[in-house]
């Protein structure tokens, strides 16, 4: 392995930097599991198609399976351990142990990552695939079962754990 | 996956100089496919040169009334424009019915652009595949292909595009920007998908090491009422089995012009030029929606698997066109 191949970065994970020399195949999922500790973050299919491995970079949600860590240098990463403050669950956490968000709970704390992201894309306005008026002078979309399943697409659940992921997400959303 | 360089351009011929001349480079956007590609081992590039962090996102007005989409604004940007809702919201739709929320927060222009086809075979590289592998056959034709082309595909490969975006990009007359050490250059998009003949592997009219800048959409759209509807094997997170961006000019119920294309039908984005010119003129009926329908797809060459499609897209453009035609202006 030459030197061209590896990276030393700073990684800035949950308020913290990780100073890491990583191969540049690592990608941020294997580094946040392997390498810094926060095994939060899920593999389930490493393929972006289940959404377990979720995390916010710079407060955006994303598939920390098809991020490349040596990418998100100078980034924040937020994962589901930085989500709760003070040893306090965050509402929507509270919201998804309340309502049995989940079953197995492997998909979890993607759907949570995912939850929070999510609403912040609704408050700022963005539409959906089924918001009926994309015009942007009209009324926010308001956030309905329907907008809820489309917007979290992206996070499968396996044990089908999603009516009560919608209500969750919904009595948060309120 | 293979070992490779990576390295953040700082610059635009920085980013050039450093693929320049070398076929194992690939430029990094979202990574959405091509880490995917890497992880498959379809694609080992011995460099990557991370584009993100370039002065190439933005949407901005362009003099003459059209808008400049930079080539790393992501797919979320895109669809949330207020500029692009409101005059090309097709292209917004497009966008937001393709991936997830993650990947279009991840994916951008230029990516969504340049990613390959999602065929099963392309992705296995076990399997004979021209594209992948020139020479090595085509696994689809006489295999899997119920969601593969019905227009336009060849012996040699009959995969289809999979981006949603670029077929309103198609219906909207888009051009792409890019840049090479020689210069800069435009490629309309219907010219930017080559045809598939007997080099499936050769994919865009982009020169060698080129690097997209940008998309730019002309002056609206002859409405803004233009639209984008999708039909999938599933209500969300899929790829179009046929989709289509449409758009229609009517004046007291007579068609003075139209833009149609098809996604999931082609190697490319499939615009509908032979329905557009047998609507122009005409009354806006659905029984012409449909001979206009009946005449674009006269030339689709279904596999055994994938004749749903041709039924699908004849009734797809009709039932889109009559719904325009019933939305008042």
């Known amino acids: 392995m030459t030197n061209d191949t590896r990276s030393v970065i700073s990684l800035r994970v949950n308020d913290a930097t990780h100073r890491l020399c990583l191969d540049n195949r690592r990608t941020l999922l294997d580094a946040l599991r392997e390498d810094t500790g926060h095994t939060g973050p899920k593999k389930g299919c490493d393929h972006g198609q289940c959404g377990a491995c979720t995390v916010l970079l710079d407060g955006r949600r994303v598939l920390s399976c098809l991020t490349l860590a040596v990418t998100a240098e100078g980034a924040e990463v937020t994962t589901v351990e930085g989500l709760a403050g003070d040893g306090e669950l965050r509402p929507i956490q509270q919201a998804f142990v309340r309502l049995d968000g989940f079953q197995c709970g492997y998909c979890t704390s993607g759907q949570l990552c995912s939850a929070v992201g999510m609403l912040a894309e609704h408050a700022a306005g963005w539409p959906s695939a089924v918001t009926a008026d994309l015009c942007p002078d009209g009324p926010a979309p308001a956030l309905d079962a329907a907008e809820v399943r489309e917007r979290m697409s992206g996070n499968l659940c396996r044990c089908g754990a999603y009516p009560s992921i919608v209500r969750a997400i919904l009595e948060e959303a309120r | ?329």
């Open chain 2, 1 to 329: 996956m293979k070992e490779f360089a990576y390295q953040r351009a700082s610059g635009i011929s920085e980013a050039l100089r450093l693929a320049a001349g070398n076929d194992d480079v690939r430029y990094l956007g979202g990574g959405t496919n091509l880490v995917d590609l890497m992880k498959a081992g379809v694609e080992s590039p011995t460099r990557l040169v991370d584009v993100r962090f370039l002065p190439l996102d933005g949407i901005r007005q362009v003099p003459g009334g059209g808008l400049e989409i930079g080539a790393t604004t992501t797919n979320s940007d895109l669809a949330a424009h207020p500029e692009v809702r409101r005059r090309y919201p097709a292209l917004s739709q497009a966008v937001l019915a393709g991936a997830s929320g993650q990947l279009r927060n991840m994916a951008t222009v230029a990516g969504n652009l340049l990613q390959r086809t999602r065929c099963s075979y392309f992705a296995d590289p076990s399997q004979p595949c021209n594209k992948r592998a020139p020479g090595s056959g085509c696994s689809a034709i006489a295999g899997a292909h119920h969601n593969h082309a019905v227009l336009s595909w060849s012996p040699h490969c009959v995969a289809t595009n999979p981006s949603d975006m670029a077929v309103a990009l198609a219906a909207f007359d888009a051009v792409v920007r890019y840049e090479t050490l020689d210069g800069a250059g435009d490629i309309p998009l219907e010219e930017f998908y080559l045809p598939v003949g007997d080099t499936p592997e050769r994919e865009t009219a982009l020169p060698p090491g080129a690097l997209i800048t940008a998309v730019r959409l002309p002056e609206s759209a002859i409405s803004p009422l233009s639209r984008y509807r999708k039909v999938r094997e599933r209500a969300s997170y899929a790829f179009a089995t046929v989709s289509i961006a449409a758009d229609l000019d009517i004046r007291d119920g007579v068609v003075r012009s139209s833009r149609i294309a098809l996604g999931g039908v082609a190697s490319r984005p499939w615009r509908a030029r032979t329905a557009e010119s047998l609507l122009l003129d005409g009354p806006a009926t659905a029984d012409r929606f449909r001979t206009a329908a009946e005449a674009e797809l006269a030339a689709a060459e279904p596999l055994p698997g994938n004749a749903y499609k041709v039924t699908l897209a004849r009734n797809l453009i009709v039932a889109v066109l009559t719904d325009l035609a019933a939305s008042p202006y």
